[in-house]
């Protein structure tokens, strides 16, 4: 049996959701303890639950990655109890349908004051969903990446984020969550260039098109049925389907791993299908 990751920690946020619970199953399989962290504990145990059952190493911790004093706080919690942390999967993001507009263009109806009230333009979004938005995929990637590499200064250590399809190019209505996952892709770079000689490797992934429980009611499944943003995807995407979180963990698996990507820092690697190969037109 391979032994290479049987010490190994893992830090990975946002585990109770849909790609990394995926994720966290797939590193504990590998044999590497997995540090489960999100705001439920009701999601976390969860997919604790499913390691278990696998025969896994796993821990859970609540805590929100965008308050930097808790993020601190529980990494000197996760290294006093485990001694060392290796890896971390900042995969906690997300978007606000408060944050995006109903409409994809400009209608002067939204400057005026007796607009229907479920008409929703730019100027009509909650400003304060589109800034926890902001928060949540860049800070929420910045404080435990800072907290958690501590701990790998001179050991080395890999981090991997969590970019999008938006990082490239904004879809329509998602200013916010666009906005953002540009920032993942410029702050990897960033990032990776600054702990380089720490040894630490800092590297995303921008998954495609993955269909969860919320995304399943705006995009539908290629085999119920798409809606028509779904459609549009799908004919923007070569291989003709959404992702599946398990086609994350590829990516992260080869991206912790020195033996496979050693010499590799501050690149975002797209899992998608595709959809990157395409202008639309
Ligand atoms: N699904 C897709 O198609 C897709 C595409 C491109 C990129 N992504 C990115 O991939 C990552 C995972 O996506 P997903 O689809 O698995 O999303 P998900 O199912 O919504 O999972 C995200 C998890 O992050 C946690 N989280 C959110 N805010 C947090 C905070 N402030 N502190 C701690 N945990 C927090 C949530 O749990 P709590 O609410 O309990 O904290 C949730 O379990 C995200 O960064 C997402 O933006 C997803």
Known sequence: MNTYFQDKVAVVTGAGG?????????????????VLVGRTAEKLEKTAAAIREQGGNCAVYTCDVTDEKAIYALADEVYAKFGRVDYLINGAGGNNAKAQPAIVAFDPMELDEN??????????????????????????????????????????????????????????????YAMSKAAVVNLTQAMAAYFANAG??????????????????????????????????????????????????????????????????????????????????
């Not at 849909?18 to 997995?34: K, N, P, Y």
């Not at 100027?123 to 501590?150: H, K, Q």
């Open 18 to 34: 849909m790609i990394c619970s995926q994720v966290s199953l797939d590193l504990a399989a590998l044999g590497i303890t997995v």
């Open 115 to 176: 607009r229907p009230a479920d008409f929703k333009g730019l100027y009509n979004i909650d400003t304060e969903a589109f800034e926890s938005v902001l928060r949540i995929n860049t800070m929420g990637t910045f404080y435990p990446t800072m907290a958690f590499a501590r701990f790998m200064v001179g050991k080395g250590g890999s981090v991997v984020n969590f970019a999008s399809m938006n990082s490239y190019c904004p879809l329509t209505r998602n200013f916010a």
């Open 200 to 281: 630490i490797r800092i590297n995303a992934v921008a998954p495609g098109f993955i269909v969860n429980e919320r995304s399943k009611l705006i995009l539908g499944t290629v085999e119920e049925g798409l809606t028509k943003r779904g459609q549009d995807v799908i004919n923007h995407t070569p291989m003709g389907n959404f992702g599946k979180a398990a086609d994350m963990s590829g990516a992260v698996k080869w991206l912790i791993d020195d033996r496979a990507s050693g010499f590799v820092t501050g690149i975002t690697v797209p899992v998608d299908g595709g959809f990157l190969t395409l202008s639309g037109v």
